[in-house]
């Protein structure tokens, strides 16, 4: 009992993002860039879904959700970096590092369930047109993001509290720049391997599943767009479909090398190249890759921009 009040007690310190790296200002100067490309990226790409009505359909309501997802990502992580570069400190209290976990964990699984919804929405659009109003309408897209957002609760609750369990006694150094959970169960002096294989198992299907879907429904999109006798329907389809597996690629890449591959098999400098992927590059890219391969979405940008220019005359 002891330990975990000393646990609870004591702050976590993090080794932050340029530790290992000489030219520091750059790198952070850098990073900082991308944060702000992507929060704003994310943020026109959400109000300009909400504010042109031909966006309003299923395929842009689970996109703006994705949108959401991002902008959480990085805030969750990446100004707590950046005050810790500029204050030359890496402290963080026990409450802040679980606030860290739990929102992590939350977004990580829900976006990876919305990825697959998506791909679901593209196959129905695809493949059945005629039934796509009644499959995909508003209550069922209602369930779909709710269940993402469920998903993500119960498996953030679930991971917060066991791995917070653990107790922290040898070292509060971790060797990351934010909480994650295979960073912290490396500095437990308790035994974490049966909890790091249930991580692994979990991950599996956590991401198998999800990943299952996405196959399935893609393979039979790409037969359907091969059958297309029209090119310029095969054309649309195609790039909007390669619009979200580009996305998929960059969201399940890291995840499964974070959370499949057990944590012995990849150095902390590999994590935090990854986590920092996962959290920084893949959000700032999102609403870059749908909205410059997306038709739709550039009119509907250039709309909202000469209305906002006229009414400032």
């Not at 359909?57 to 902008?71: A, E, G, I, K, R």
Request: one cysteine or more; aromatic letters at 10%.
């Amino acid at each position: 009992m002891g330990d975990v009040n000393q646990s609870v007690a004591s702050d976590f310190i993090l080794v932050g993002l340029f530790s290992r790296s000489g030219s520091h200002q750059l790198l952070f100067s850098l990073v900082a860039a991308m944060f702000i490309m992507g929060l704003l990226g994310n943020t026109v790409l959400l109000f300009v879904i909400r504010m042109d009505s031909r966006l309003h359909t299923p395929m842009y309501f689970l996109l703006s959700q994705l949108s959401l997802f991002d902008v959480g990502l990085s805030l969750v992580t990446i100004p707590k970096m950046a005050s810790d570069f500029l204050q030359g400190e890496g402290s963080i209290s026990f409450g802040g590092c679980a606030a860290q976990i739990f929102f992590l964990t939350l977004i990580g699984v829900a976006e990876g369930i919305l990825l697959a919804l998506m791909s679901y929405d593209r196959y129905v659009a695809v493949c059945h047109p005629l039934q796509y109003p009644v499959l995909m309408r508003r209550q069922v897209c209602l369930v779909m993001v709710g269940s993402s957002w469920l998903a993500g609760v119960l498996n953030a609750s679930v991971q917060t509290s066991i791995t917070l369990h653990f107790p922290y006694c040898a070292s509060r150094t971790v060797d990351h720049f934010f909480c994650e959970v295979p960073a912290l169960l490396k500095i437990s002096c308790a035994d974490t391997s049966a909890y790091e294989l249930a991580l692994s198992t979990s991950g599996v299907l956590i991401l198998v599943l999800p990943l299952s879907l996405i196959a399935s429904s893609y393979g039979h999109v790409l037969g359907a767009v091969l059958r297309m006798s029209s090119e310029e329907a095969r054309n649309k389809t195609f790039t909007t479909c390669c619009s979200h597996i580009t996305v998929v690629g960059l969201f399940y890449g890291a995840a499964v090398f974070m959370y499949m591959v057990p944590g012995a098999y990849h150095s902390p400098y590999q994590d935090n190249v990854v986590s920092l992927f996962y959290s920084l590059v893949s959000p700032t890219l999102n609403p870059f890759i749908y909205s410059l391969r997306n038709r739709e979405v550039l009119m509907a940008l250039v709309k909202v921009l000469s209305r906002a220019g006229l009414r400032s005359k």
